[in-house]
């Protein structure tokens, strides 16, 4: 005979694992957005901007777009789980992974196209409603 307490827990990891599989299973098509690169220092833990003598600075990259994010041509889709409005945006945070060890910095300024995912934030690490986890980077002269 099975102990009672073993049938709760086979219940909950059937149930943990029906939830993690549950989760936005579609297929991320990646966006093409562009803009002007841009660096930004913000108040960081442990108050966000509460105590400008204790809390830390934190430097991000993020887009300025010329358009709302929603108007360019390379998004057709925003995340599940923001809302409409969060695509008239002007502003995008980017994560920038550089395995490459590309100086991203010299894009500061210019007119780029990013390649990557759009995703929601999440934590206060996140300047934006929207994010975009850069796989491309590349320097243009015009708007398409």
């Known amino acids: 005979m099975i102990p009672t307490s073993f049938k709760y827990f086979a219940v909950l990891i059937f149930c943990l694992f029906t939830l993690a599989s549950a989760q936005d299973s579609t297929p991320k ?3 093409v957005v562009e803009g002007i690169f841009q ?11 509460k105590n400008s003598k204790t809390d830390k600075i934190e ?12 108007q360019q ?14 695509g008239l945006t002007f502003f ?14 010299s894009y500061v300024g210019h007119r780029v196209r990013v390649t990557g995912n ?6 206060g690490h996140h300047r934006t409603s929207i994010l975009l986890e850069a796989s491309k980077i ?3 002269k015009k708007w398409r």
Request: proline share 11%.
């Open 118 to 123: 759009l995703l929601s934030a999440t934590t």
């Open 92 to 105: 995008v945070q980017l994560i920038v992974n550089n395995p490459k060890n590309v100086k991203v910095s």
């Open 59 to 70: 430097s991000y990259y993020y887009l300025q777009l010329p358009t709302p994010l929603m």
């Open 29 to 31: 098509h990646p966006s």
């Open 138 to 140: 590349e320097l243009i």
């Open 39 to 49: 660096s930004g220092e913000f108040f960081g833990p442990p108050g966000y901007g």
């Open 73 to 86: 041509q390379g998004v057709s889709t925003l995340p599940s789980d923001v809302s409409t409005s969060a």
